[in-house]
């Protein structure tokens, strides 16, 4: 059995003198390693005459102790000597390899890595819609192996069951849309061109964008828990072994669905948001429903409902394969399934803003506005 290390302090009029004793090794300093980090006042120097052995840990231990103090060893045998030495040479090449960072250092550091992160991610996600497409049209060279069932069950999910939400989240910022408007136009009493900002908003912008944001939420992040718990219990590799591609059997009707309820779901959106500003705008600004449905159709082309049919598909196709994508990265555990859903809603939605700021710059270009 090692002798107990311990320690005493002496007062010196130069400071105080810490004398080590016992056996400095890890099997009885586990004790002393909080009374010496404890010594109030300065420590002038360290006495390690009484040591009988020491170890790697041991002389950590001592060498830490005269650093956080700045006092010198003295009275060491030659095997501790050297042994706190090495010590201390592999501390001062340690902290000589990792020099101090400032704070703009870790910014930078940290904005060049999440564009790294970002940049590889937007790579991984061409190549999936890649896949996606080729698997696409194999599809449609071998119509046998399409999955009817599998894309009418997706019908239900991403556009019969999202009806209630959708409805009432649309029917609301109709309401929203009429009165902010209204409170600003009656500035100039021109209350009457209300109608115009819910007929034109609604079918051209916020009828499809607010819709997809919805499906985001809702069928993205499902898209992404229902694949990346398939791939957590092995279901996917399971179906590679029997020869079933997956992007055919679990991707493809997913996105078909998201491509064809999207527009659906779009028309549906912007007729309940312009009811919804068409009864605010008969309660509140007394204009009747048969006027409001009369200068409805005098003020909005009809190219604004076409613009919104346009980029419902596209946004359905974005929403299904960024959900899709994130599900087919999960690794490792359950966690990485929370982890991935957030990054596909994420995802999802900044991809949707994207292309409709584009969308919006390139009909204005077009002389669609």
């Known amino acids: 059995m090692p002798n107990s290390a311990d320690f005493t302090v002496e007062d010196l009029p130069s400071g105080q003198l810490l004398r080590l004793s016992g056996d400095f090794v890890i099997a009885s300093i586990g004790a002393l390693d909080r009374s010496l980090r404890d010594i109030n006042g300065p420590v002038s120097e360290i006495d390690i005459s009484a040591v009988t052995h020491m170890d790697t840990v041991g002389a950590w231990l001592v060498h830490r102790t005269a650093k956080e103090h700045d006092a010198p060893i003295t009275g060491g045998a030659n095997d501790a000597s050297r042994l706190i030495d090495a010590v201390r040479g592999a501390d001062q090449a340690e902290a000589a390899a990792k020099p101090p960072m400032s704070s703009l250092y870790h910014f930078l550091a940290e904005v060049g890595g999440a564009v790294v992160v970002g940049m590889m991610t937007f790579l991984q996600f061409l190549g999936f819609v890649g896949q996606v497409v080729k698997a696409f049209f194999s599809l449609l060279m071998n119509p046998r192996r399409f999955r009817w069932h599998a894309?009418?069950?997706?019908?239900?999910?991403?556009?019969?069951?999202?009806?209630?939400?959708?409805?009432?989240?649309?029917?609301?910022?109709?309401?929203?849309?009429?009165?902010?408007?209204?409170?600003?136009?009656?500035?100039?009493?021109?209350?009457?061109?209300?109608?115009?900002?819910?007929?034109r908003l609604t079918l051209r912008e916020l009828g499809i964008l607010m819709t997809a944001i919805m499906v985001a939420g809702r069928s993205g992040s499902a898209f992404a828990a229902q694949i990346g718990t398939m791939k957590i219990t092995e279901e996917i590799d399971a179906m590679?072994?029997?020869?079933?591609?997956?992007?055919?059997?679990?991707?493809?009707?997913?996105?078909?669905?998201?491509?064809?309820?999207?527009?659906?779901?779009?028309?549906?959106?912007?007729?309940?948001?312009?009811?919804?500003?068409?009864?605010?705008?008969?309660?509140?600004?007394?204009?009747?429903?048969?006027?409001?449905?009369?200068?409805?159709?005098?003020?909005?082309?009809?190219?604004?409902?076409?613009?919104?049919?346009?980029?419902?598909?596209?946004?359905?196709?974005?929403?299904?394969?960024?959900?899709?994508?994130?599900?087919?990265?999960?690794?490792?555990?359950?966690?990485?399934?929370?982890?991935?859903t957030t990054a596909a809603v994420v995802q999802a939605i900044f991809l949707v803003i994207v292309l409709d700021a584009f969308f919006a710059v390139f009909f204005s270009e077009i002389g669609w506005d």
């Open 151 to 199: 894309v009418v069950q997706h019908f239900d999910m991403v556009g019969v069951r999202a009806l209630g939400i959708v409805g009432l989240m649309s029917f609301l910022i109709g309401i929203v849309i009429a009165q902010q408007g209204a409170v600003q136009l009656r500035q100039f009493g021109a209350e009457v061109f209300t109608i115009n900002l819910i007929g």
């Open 240 to 340: 590679r072994t029997i020869g079933v591609v997956p992007v055919e059997a679990l991707v493809v009707p997913r996105v078909i669905a998201a491509v064809f309820m999207m527009p659906l779901l779009g028309i549906f959106a912007s007729l309940m948001s312009i009811i919804g500003g068409g009864l605010l705008c008969w309660i509140v600004l007394d204009i009747p429903p048969a006027t409001f449905v009369q200068r409805l159709r005098e003020v909005t082309p009809i190219t604004d409902f076409w613009v919104g049919m346009i980029k419902a598909p596209v946004f359905g196709a974005i929403i299904a394969m960024a959900g899709c994508f994130q599900g087919m990265q999960v690794k490792g555990n359950a966690e990485q399934v929370g982890l991935r």
